[in-house]
């Protein structure tokens, strides 16, 4: 059976008080992360370092960040780099989620100018992939993240592949103002992901609205590997719960 990975983006949340809490919080609970669970936190820049110094340089929780520039280094006003990631402690950039496509225009050619610049310097990029309702309402859900992974994957070896992590998050299911997926809508999303990239990428995860009615039925869909969570999991009693649904699946 394939590592499932359970992670979580506190997007824009989370003073370093509470950062710190969490993650003392986790650090005292690793013992309960079943076998078999890949977890990953991704906070927010401000709070990298103080999240590697709670963990520890060998935690079995992974650490990330929820964007980084393409370039190592140069006048990029705001922005972070990969390598500055890294040396904050951070082993995956997230890339591309639908609210820096939205709001910060993200394209598929930075997606692919960012999965290169992980990759380079040995970070795992999570590259998050979705439609909208209106794609979804149009029947071209598949075809629109086949197109979207494929134009942020261009050129990868089948090795530089393996390193990656997709998560699959509609729009129209993720936030305050998404709505639950059913499994339904996402069989098939799912089987034109997997029969891409099952067994070529590191996983292929879902993410949207994930609550701890629905992790498990989520968990159950052909080809996925894990999940990617927003609210659930900034509390920590939701995360070890779904730490803990993910072990028993
Ligand atoms: P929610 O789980 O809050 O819907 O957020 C999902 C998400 O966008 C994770 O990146």
Redesign the pocket.
Same mark, same amino acid.
């Given at each position: 059976m394939s590592t499932l990975w359970v992670g979580? =983006?506190w997007?824009m949340t989370k003073t370093l008080t509470e950062a710190r809490a969490w993650a003392e919080g986790l650090r005292e609970h690793l013992d309960t992360v079943p076998d078999g669970v890949q977890p990953f936190v991704?906070p927010s820049f401000t709070a990298t370092t103080t999240v590697r110094e709670i963990l520890g340089e060998d935690s079995p929780v992974l650490l990330g960040v929820q964007n980084a520039h393409w370039e190592d280094t140069g006048a990029w006003t705001g922005e972070v780099s990969v390598p500055q990631a890294k040396d904050a402690g951070a082993q995956i950039v997230?890339i591309g989620? =639908?609210?820096r496509r939205e709001h910060f225009g993200e394209t598929v050619e930075t997606t692919r100018l960012k999965v290169a610049a992980a990759l380079r310097h040995g970070l795992t990029p999570l590259l998050?992939i979705g439609e909208s309702a209106g794609v979804k309402e149009a029947g071209g859900s598949s075809a629109f993240i086949l197109e979207q992974a494929a134009g942020a994957l261009e050129g990868l070896s089948e090795e530089e592949l393996a390193r990656v992590v997709i998560?699959y998050?509609p729009i129209w &299911?993720?936030?305050?103002k $998404?709505r639950?997926a059913t499994v339904e809508e996402l069989v098939e999303p799912f089987a034109a992901l997997g029969a891409e990239y099952t067994r070529r990428v590191a996983g292929l995860l879902y993410? $949207? =609205?994930?609550?701890l009615g629905n992790a498990a039925d989520l968990l159950g869909i052909d080809h996925v590997t894990g999940l990617?969570?927003?609210?659930? &999991?900034?509390e920590l009693e939701g995360y070890l719960e779904l730490l803990a649904i993910a072990g028993r699946s």
């Open positions: 979580t =983006s997007k991704i997230e989620h =639908s609210e998050c998560a998050e &299911a993720i936030g305050e $998404g639950p993410g $949207g =609205s994930v609550n990617f969570v927003g609210r659930t &999991a900034w």
